[in-house]
């Protein structure tokens, strides 16, 4: 698991309803974090680890850089296969696309996982791992 990790997205508004609505399919939550970015997390009882996600460039950013460029990865733990499939749903319903269906891996062992593509072009993932994965 991380500790926090962020990413900056071109429109907040449309960011924050694909994120919204893959944190429903997880379990999750997002949070208010300024008028620029939000939060995207356990709980607020569990802040940490967190997904900053917001419109603000940041400071240790190299020159050039911008939304969508260096596209980011982040997988998310999901807790049954059920919910990786319901975070595939929720994230294309919400204007992602596919980047891998939901399904099994090779070469991965005990794992089931499915990708999309945020609106900026990032690729989220949710996975289970292990004896719910089978």
Same mark, same amino acid.
């Given at each position: 698991?991380?500790? =926090?990790? !962020?990413?900056?997205?071109? +429109?907040?508004?449309?960011?924050?309803?694909?994120?919204?609505?893959?944190? /429903? @399919?997880?379990?999750?939550?997002?949070?208010? #974090?300024?008028? /620029? &970015?939000?939060?995207?997390?356990?709980? *607020? &009882?569990?802040?940490?680890?967190?997904?900053?996600? $917001?419109?603000?460039?940041?400071?240790?950013? &190299? %020159?050039?850089?911008?939304? $969508?460029? #260096? /596209?980011? =990865?982040? *997988?998310?733990? @999901?807790?049954?296969?059920?919910?990786?499939?319901?975070?595939?749903? %929720?994230?294309?319903? &919400?204007?992602?696309?596919? #980047? $891998?269906?939901?399904?099994?891996?090779?070469? %991965?062992? +005990?794992?089931?996982?499915?990708?999309?593509?945020?609106?900026?072009?990032? #690729?989220?993932? @949710?996975?289970?791992? !292990?004896? *719910?994965?089978?």
């Amino acid at each position: 698991m991380f500790d =926090h990790t !962020g990413i900056v997205v071109s +429109d907040l508004a449309q960011a924050r309803r694909f994120y919204d609505a893959i944190a /429903q @399919a997880l379990g999750l939550q997002t949070v208010d #974090n300024g008028d /620029q &970015a939000f939060l995207f997390g356990r709980s *607020a &009882a569990e802040p940490i680890p967190y997904l900053w996600i $917001g419109t603000l460039r940041p400071s240790y950013w &190299a %020159a050039g850089s911008r939304a $969508g460029l #260096n /596209q980011m =990865h982040v *997988a998310f733990s @999901a807790a049954s296969k059920a919910q990786v499939d319901a975070f595939y749903r %929720a994230a294309l319903a &919400a204007g992602g696309r596919d #980047n $891998g269906p939901p399904g099994p891996r090779e070469g %991965a062992g +005990d794992y089931y996982g499915a990708f999309v593509l945020d609106p900026d072009g990032n #690729n989220i993932e @949710a996975c289970v791992r !292990g004896p *719910a994965a089978r």
